[in-house]
């Protein structure tokens, strides 16, 4: 089923993603107090655009630009569980992110903040609506989907699996960002402000690898590649391309993946 909603809105949300992983995020600490200059947007590196290597260099320095909010698309389902895990019994290789979330007028992090992801499995199904992609499973329309608390670093960190794919859409995980969300005892959130929608790309080299593993090549959807997708824009990080690290010495051993998403918070 191709995601007929999932286009770009009209109006462009004021959003920032910070052009840092990895070991700049240290620098955000240092910066912080510094009133940001205005600067032109880094161009995506080969390796960003996805390219042949398993890591994307980090960037030289810190740089805030500007850049789209993507689409929620119809899959979301409120008052999901916060958890650090939320794979559940998918199976999948594995993928752990960390994502640091800043404040984008000050570089700061922000603390508190709850990231919520959800993504499709190795056949390209979403709880909530298994059956959209062709493939029948157990449904209880909660797995692949939850979200962390940032800690006083901004850092939020989420096992998962790697996403497989469905009709019309290239390999992503959507994303949101709230503050002031208050925690319910049956482990859900309620209330609070949301600052950010988008989504997170993955390296159609690293794609194809793990494309060809048994667990996602039993989904013979046509697969839809990074250039190809109707939504990613090519613009590397600041359209929200993970920067991925092999867990191993092999694709099975699964992915680190990295990401330093600023938000504008006044």
């Known amino acids: 089923m191709t995601e007929k909603r999932e286009t770009l809105p009209t109006q462009i949300g004021r959003r920032t993603v910070l052009l840092a992983t990895g070991a700049t995020a240290a620098a955000l600490a240092v910066t912080a107090a510094t009133p940001k200059t205005p600067t032109s947007p880094t161009p995506p590196t080969s390796a960003q655009a996805g390219d042949s290597v398993d890591t994307v260099p980090v960037a030289a320095t810190a740089v805030c630009t500007l850049t789209r909010e993507m689409t929620e698309g119809p899959y979301y389902l409120d008052g999901q569980y916060v958890r650090a895990d ?9 993928l752990k992110l960390t994502l640091t979330v800043v404040d984008d007028d000050t570089c700061a992090p922000l603390k508190n903040a709850l990231v919520e992801l959800w993504h499709c499995d ?100 046509p697969r839809t590649t990074l250039t190809q ?38």
């Open 229 to 266: 997708d109707s939504i990613y824009d090519g613009g590397g990080a600041v359209s929200g391309l993970l920067t991925l690290t092999a867990l191993g010495t092999s694709p099975s051993a699964g992915y680190g993946a990295t990401l330093t998403v600023g938000v504008e918070t006044g």
């Open 86 to 94: 939320i794979h559940e019994n998918k199976t999948g290789i594995p």
């Open 122 to 221: 190795a056949l390209g199904e979403y709880s909530g609506f298994v059956g959209q992609n062709g493939h029948s499973e157990p449904d209880n329309g909660t797995f692949l989907r939850g979200g962390v608390l940032t800690d006083a670093s901004g850092l939020a960190n989420i096992t998962t699996v790697y996403p497989g794919w469905y009709r019309g859409r290239c390999v992503h995980i959507h994303l949101k960002v709230h503050t002031n969300v208050t925690l319910t005892p049956d482990g859900s959130f309620t209330g609070g402000r949301e600052l950010h929608t988008g989504q997170l790309y993955f390296s159609e080299t690293i794609t194809r690898r793990v494309a060809a593993l048994p667990t996602y090549a039993v989904n013979t959807v």
